[in-house]
């Protein structure tokens, strides 16, 4: 194998590949990244037999081939040379690299010992716009559970509801449910909660559009030249749709940013009760008053104006309810619940019309 490419180009990818490598994983082989040249490209890939991804760069092929070499040594090695095209041989199990002034040759493993890489056919395929997808994993990711006990929970649920795909996460304590777009067709299936950051993590910005295709075991995120392969957790998903209120009782429309700074303040008051704080709603003052008290320290009451509906008070986790409204977009929330035991909604509202969001977070209260 012998070849040119550019450090910029080189390194990026590295970058992005080769951080699956050698994660979670004893075998020395899953330590190496693949490179594999295809035609006038140089492929990269990695992984650690949950997760495989790959990326194509641009090169200039003057004989084709393979090599694994190690790949956390690789990028380092590469980052750090200057901007300028690399020269790349491989002559078995080493790896020759002359950069410039820079000579180096990396002792790497046959290609023939590295795993083969996911193949998917005949999955089923979506199209999403890469903005949307992208802050619909960032509002459902914080809830899902690191209960490795309950691998369900563990992932997001990408299923078909109304037309929409729709994505779940929970945790037993706290649900977050997000509609991404219309779509034709079935989808249902787990994604890993890991997966889904690291495809965050790698989503170029100026991407317009992010393909996924499902089978029944594996997912494959197609974004330009990256692709990242993972597993499906393997059961079905709770009946969620039973745990979100029909109805309440109570109900606030308010400005997401003084409920924050309201709840962040009582938050200061409530490190001895694990976070607790007591939210009431007072229609007859157009306000939400929220109450925190520590032994040791004091006390705090901070209020928010707020339309109400109903009154009524309820005990929440400072924390879940700071997480919640930083997942809401939009400048006002709707914040819903019915008596002390009930489960709570959280939903961005859509002025004029004060309709709500295709986002909405439950969060179960305390008891008090």
Do not use: W
Not at 224 to 243: H, M
Not at 261 to 276: C, H, M, Q, Y
């Amino acid at each position: 194998m012998k070849l040119t490419v550019t450090q910029e180009n080189l390194s990026q990818a590295l970058a992005v590949v080769g951080r699956i490598a050698g994660s979670r994983t004893p075998l020395p082989i899953l330590n190496n990244i693949l490179l594999k040249t295809d035609k006038n490209r140089l492929l990269l890939a990695a992984t650690n037999l949950e997760i495989a991804i790959t990326q194509h760069i641009g090169a200039k092929v003057e004989s084709e081939g393979s090599i694994t070499v190690p790949a956390r040594l690789l990028g380092e090695f590469i980052s750090n040379l200057p901007k300028s095209n690399i020269n790349i041989e491989a002559d078995g199990t080493n790896l020759k690299i002359t950069a410039g002034r820079y000579d180096s040759t990396i002792h790497g493993m046959l290609p023939d010992e590295f795993p083969a890489l996911p193949e998917i056919n005949n999955g089923r395929q979506v199209a999403i716009p890469a903005a949307r997808l992208k802050r619909a994993i960032t509002q459902t990711v914080p809830v899902v559970s690191r209960d490795e006990t309950r691998p369900i929970l563990t992932g997001i649920f990408f299923h078909t509801a109304g037309k929409a795909l729709t994505l779940v996460a929970t945790d037993g304590y706290r649900l977050a449910e997000r509609k991404v777009d219309k779509l034709d067709g079935e989808v249902n299936a787990i994604v890993p909660a890991q997966t889904l950051q690291d495809v965050v993590r790698v989503m170029p910005e100026e991407s317009e559009l992010v393909e996924l295709l499902f089978d029944d075991n594996q997912v494959r995120f197609l974004l330009g030249d990256i692709e990242i392969t993972s597993r499906l957790i393997d059961g079905s998903f709770p009946d969620y749709k039973q745990l979100i209120p029909k109805k309440s009782d109570t109900e606030a429309i308010l400005a997401k940013e003084d409920f924050a700074r309201v709840t962040k303040i009582a938050s200061l008051f409530a490190r001895e009760s694990g976070g607790s704080v007591t939210i009431k709603a007072d229609a007859s003052l157009g306000q939400l008053q929220i109450h925190s008290v520590a032994s040791q320290l004091g006390e705090n009451t901070s209020t928010a104006d707020a339309e109400i509906t109903g009154e009524g008070q309820v005990a929440l986790n400072s924390r879940y309810l700071l997480e919640a409204l930083g997942c809401v977009d939009e400048d006002n929330v709707r914040f819903a619940f019915s008596g002390k035991l009930a489960p709570c909604v959280l939903s961005g509202v859509q002025h004029p019309k004060k309709q709500s969001s295709d986002y909405l977070h439950i969060i179960m209260p305390l008891k008090s």
